[in-house]
């Protein structure tokens, strides 16, 4: 069965912030000790998988495998339902039938997502917008150190003390990367992250992305527009075609890629000419 996890968002981690009794401070040691014991990363497995809403059958039986620690980046139409499948994923929606198993019981913390806007609250400074991201355990005393390491992870440690109102739009995006990170999620759902920043930022941005999944070791699924944005992060490519997964490509260019490489331009090419096909068939 598909279990509901909490995304990144802050109003989802506004409560708890009264300090903890002994006996929730133990409990809470506890799960960070359980969850260090636990593997970095989840595997998915997809079963049938539909959903609709209305008339519109957006999902029409998605069956897919993902091994842990895998970056899998999905494109598709305008749509074509990739967006609805990562949401299906992080359990903001709920499924129509089929099932989404991660070979294990998850925790809240296990599952995160960031989506294209950064969604920072702007009453807090930038390490109060990092320390949501932690969830029931904000409150813990390695809270601030714990915000200070992933801004560090992502380059912004300079700026913990800034609203994020002066921070320019990459900036931003990096404080809800690092907001994401800082309870070491096992699984990272990126619905369009990059697409609202030019195009520097964005090659920047997704240098960082897959310097922290290489030193992370979570498993990603990114869903983008941009074809050699996918390439380019991920070991495989899929694309969606009217709520199915219509191309399955496996990525095997070595790390780091060289982008604008033949090996990344004919992978591109091809997926765009399938993508081209489509909408030749429509």
Sequence with gaps: MHTAVRTSLPETELAGRAHFAPHARVAREERQEERRARTTSLPLSIR?????????????????????????????????????????LAGLDKIDAGSIGFGQDIQPEDIRVMFQE????????????????????????????????ALSEVGLADK????PSVLSGGQKQRVALARALVSRPRVLALD?????????????????????????????????????EAVALADRVLVIEDGRIAHDVTVNAARPRQ?????????????LSHLLSADDRT
């Design 48 to 88: 049938a998988l539909r959903k609709s809403f209305g008339d519109n059958e957006v999902l029409r039986g998605i069956d897919l495998h993902i091994p842990a620690g895998q970056f899998v980046a999905i494109v598709g139409k305008s749509g074509c339902g990739k967006s609805t499948l990562l949401r299906l």
């Design 259 to 271: 982008r604008g490489s033949a090996e990344l331009a004919g992978l591109e090419g091809s997926i």
């Design 160 to 163: 913990r003390d800034q609203w």
């Design 192 to 228: 369009e992250p990059l697409g609202a920043l030019d195009a520097l930022t964005r090659i920047s941005m997704q240098r960082l992305l897959e310097r922290v999944w290489r030193d992370q070791g979570f498993t990603a699924i990114l869903v983008t527009h941009d074809v050699a």
């Design 118 to 149: 950064p969604r920072l609250l702007p009453w807090a400074r930038v390490l109060g917008n990092v320390e949501v991201g932690l969830g029931r355990d904000r409150a813990s005393g390695d809270a601030h150190a714990r915000a200070e390491k």
